[in-house]
């Protein structure tokens, strides 16, 4: 008879996996949330699925327990709360009866709005498997990230606007079109303590701060916007911030 082993995972690979399923969670809570038609909270709760996100990422490299487990879970959190949980938040905060404006679209037009929610999530499974098999780690993102798309979603939701379901829909679609297009978005990790512009670094913080004095929940819409508008005018803010690489122009 063949031995088992019990095969023991480090627990620098687990930590990182623990903090991955924290997204998840949010990303189930903001569909439950949105069930109860609590659409503040469902949004809300997709931004609170970034930190989560962001940091599992950062603690695994601190603790060097990267793993190919850890990217495919990843992969999969970041389909569910950013991908399906903002689609149907979307869906049902502008596109249904019980959403924020009064006008149903109802018949056959409803199907529309059925088929923008289920778009925007097909484009971001697709963004991430192109993600996991084409990245260059120290380069642009290749279309807009999932978390920056799903995000714009959810600013829209906090934002409260009075917003037509086409003109919805279409930004539905336009956002899931450009996160599998090959548009150029930066890439803030390349941007670390010991290469960064501290000048022009700070200024684009203390724009995004004046942006949320001013607006407060709508300034997540404006900060969204600027990001998607960055890729299409060509500008990468974290190329600007930082400085440029001497390791490899010496060779």
């Keep these: ?36 038609c609590r659409f503040n909270a469902a949004a809300l709760l997709i931004f609170f699925a970034v930190f989560f996100d962001v940091m599992d990422g950062r603690v695994a490299r601190k603790l060097n327990g990267s793993s190919a487990f850890g990217e495919q879970l990843d992969s999969l959190a970041d389909a569910l709360s950013f991908g399906a949980a903002p689609a149907i938040l979307v869906y049902s905060a502008y596109l249904s009866n019980t959403g924020i404006n009064s006008t149903y679209l109802g018949g056959p037009a409803d199907s529309l709005g059925i088929m923008a929610a289920a778009f925007f999530t097909l484009c971001g499974i697709l963004r991430l498997a192109r993600f996991n098999v084409c990245h260059v780690p120290s380069g642009p993102f290749q279309g807009l990230p999932i978390p920056a798309g799903g995000l714009t979603l959810a600013s829209l939701v906090l934002a409260r606007f009075q917003l037509s379901p086409l003109l919805v829909m279409f930004g539905m679609f336009f956002v899931g079109v450009l996160m599998v297009s090959s548009v150029p978005y930066c890439n803030a990790k390349k941007m670390q303590s010991g290469n960064v512009i501290k000048g022009r670094f700070y200024s684009v913080v203390a724009l995004i701060a004046a942006i949320f004095f001013f607006l407060r929940f709508r300034g997540f819409i404006v900060v969204s916007l600027i990001y998607i508008a960055t890729g ?14 001497t390791a490899e122009t010496q060779g």
Excluded: R, Y
């Excluded at 299409?232 to 690489?245: M, N, P, Q, R, V």
């Design 1 to 36: 008879m063949k031995e088992q082993s019990n095969v023991k995972i480090p627990v620098n690979v687990v930590i990182p996996n623990m903090i991955t399923s924290g997204s998840v969670f949010c990303g189930i809570a903001s569909l439950v949330m949105t069930q109860h």
């Design 232 to 245: 299409l005018l060509g500008i990468d803010l974290a190329k600007w911030a930082t400085k440029e690489d």
